[in-house]
């Protein structure tokens, strides 16, 4: 099942890179031509697209590394307390 998710999650780090950055720039061509701005427009489209990318890519790694290390986690035992055991 962890293969499976971990594939499902390749997905996804591939489309929270692609769609931010195609959407920012696809949205500043259409403010671009819509309102007669310039070129700059497109840049600072790219760069808010880049951010939203990499911010989308560290958060699906993170999600991923989760999902590995739950299956470790199964395996330990949890620390046994009492109720009188106020550490």
Known sequence: MKDV???VMIGQLGLS?????????ILAVWLRNKFSLGVWVIFIGAIL???LAISGFRS?????ENITT???DKDKKPPVTGFNSHD
């Open 60 to 64: 699906t790694l993170k999600t991923m």
């Open 70 to 72: 739950q299956d470790n």
């Open 17 to 25: 890179v692609a769609i931010p950055l195609a959407g920012c720039i």
């Open 5 to 7: 998710s971990l594939l």
């Open 49 to 51: 697209g880049g951010i």
